[in-house]
């Protein structure tokens, strides 16, 4: 029988926030909101402090601003954060080169190979917490266990500057009492679904075979619900995730039905992935999107590309998928976008014969991320009555 393997989960603690906090010393031991205040604006990360008056992240901004009058609202540095992102990965790949970044916050990594030079799981995350502290001056929080799933909930459960360990065989009594909202995919209506046939902790989802699951919450959720609610996710950490591939996703309290709120945001999407294509140097051949409703149904779809990292190509094809996919009667719980089959190099010698000519567009870019980089994202966009509905975290103020 093979060795189990030994997954950490690694999470900055209010990430943004924390850095700001960091880099704004008046402003610690202070709510610190980062994103938007407006009725169409959304939160993206909120300090401690603020979470304290019930201020949490995908939560609208207004909302925000009537919880907790008092916060300091703040307009997104994402290159700031992206650089510290950076350094914290440095950190990870000192002890291991299994490391899979799911955002700039957080990573998965398989540290199985690496216990016989550091030392057992609990050991490495220690380390791992007090190189990122030295070097940053935040706290990571860390679950180890022996998948993904669970080194994930486990470093959730002792936020901030938790380390949470799961022992081999110890997986389904460690989740049997979290609620069913600690299941991956389950939001507020799921959740409700689950409620009402009884389901409240993960241990009641235990107690429940796949196939009654399966008859009870169809084809899709049902085996999810199982796999995870037994510990047995198989995933493997995949190091090599962010090379093939850039993309955003942004996930909404209250689902969307407004097609000019979607297309918006859609268009944001586009130049935060298309902005990230450009400082890598490279481009995309396949444009991806995914779009999940309420009820965790999950469509994506992708369409190939002349390789590029122009915002406007990325959000019209984009677009385009979506107009095939989207059934306007549901509403819109997660939309993503991502660029795949990247390949590096200059930009091809011959476009549309009505677009601008590429090496002209190319300098366009390149002078509108510069001018993002000097006076922050939201001070130049791309035209379009659409866009001035959306900030880099969710649908604007009006």
């Known amino acids: 029988m093979s060795e189990p393997r030994t997954i950490l989960h690694a999470d900055m603690d209010a990430f943004y926030a924390a850095i700001e906090q960091r880099d704004h010393p008046e402003w610690r031991g202070k709510p610190v909101i980062v994103g938007g205040s407006g009725p169409r604006q959304v939160v993206s990360t909120a300090s ?11 939560m609208p901004g207004v909302r925000a601003k009537q919880l907790c009058p008092q916060g300091i609202f703040v307009t997104p540095r994402m290159d700031v954060y992206a650089a510290v992102s950076d350094q914290v990965q440095a950190v990870f790949e000192r002890f291991t080169d299994a490391v899979e970044p799911l955002s ?29 502290k030295a070097l940053t001056q935040l706290t990571v929080s860390v679950g180890v266990a022996t998948s993904k799933y669970v080194a994930k909930v486990a470093s959730d459960l002792r936020k901030p500057d938790g380390l949470v360990v799961v022992p081999p065989g110890t997986e389904k009594a460690f989740l049997a009492p979290l609620p069913v909202a600690k299941l991956w995919g389950v939001g507020p209506v799921t959740q ?25 919450f169809g084809d899709s959720l ?24 850039i993309g ?3 996930t909404f309290v209250d689902d969307l039905h407004d097609p000019d709120e979607v297309h918006g945001i859609l268009l944001q999407l586009a130049e ?41 190509v990325l959000y019209q094809t984009a677009r385009g998928l979506l107009a095939v996919a989207w059934q306007r009667s549901r509403g819109v719980r997660l939309l993503g976008l ?51 509905r959306t900030t880099p975290w969710g649908p604007d103020a009006e």
């Open 248 to 250: 955003h996703e942004l």
């Open 104 to 132: 700039l916050d957080e990573a998965f990594l398989d540290v199985t190979g690496s216990r016989a030079l550091f030392g057992d799981g609990p050991t490495i995350a220690a380390r791992i917490k007090a190189e990122v």
């Open 48 to 58: 401690y402090e603020a979470r304290r008056f019930g201020v949490h992240s995908a």
């Open 338 to 388: 991502t660029a795949a089959q990247l390949v590096a190099g200059a930009a091809p010698a011959q476009g549309s014969l009505f677009a601008p000519a590429p090496k002209k567009r190319d300098q366009l870019l390149k002078a509108m991320d510069a001018i993002r980089d000097r006076h922050g994202d939201d001070k130049l966009r791309h035209g379009g009555g659409e866009r001035r």
């Open 272 to 312: 935060m992935v298309g902005r990230r294509l450009r400082k890598a140097g490279v481009r995309g051949g396949v444009v991806r999107l995914k779009l999940r409703y309420g009820d965790f149904t999950t469509l994506v779809r992708q369409q190939k590309v002349q390789a590029t990292n122009d915002d406007q």
């Open 222 to 245: 049902g085996p999810h619900l199982y796999v995870l609610a037994n510990g047995l996710d198989p995933r493997e950490v995949e190091a090599e995730r962010q090379a093939k591939s």
């Open 192 to 216: 409700q679904q689950l409620e009402r046939a009884g389901l409240r902790t993960i241990g009641d989802v235990q107690r429940h075979d796949e196939a009654q699951l399966r008859t009870a």
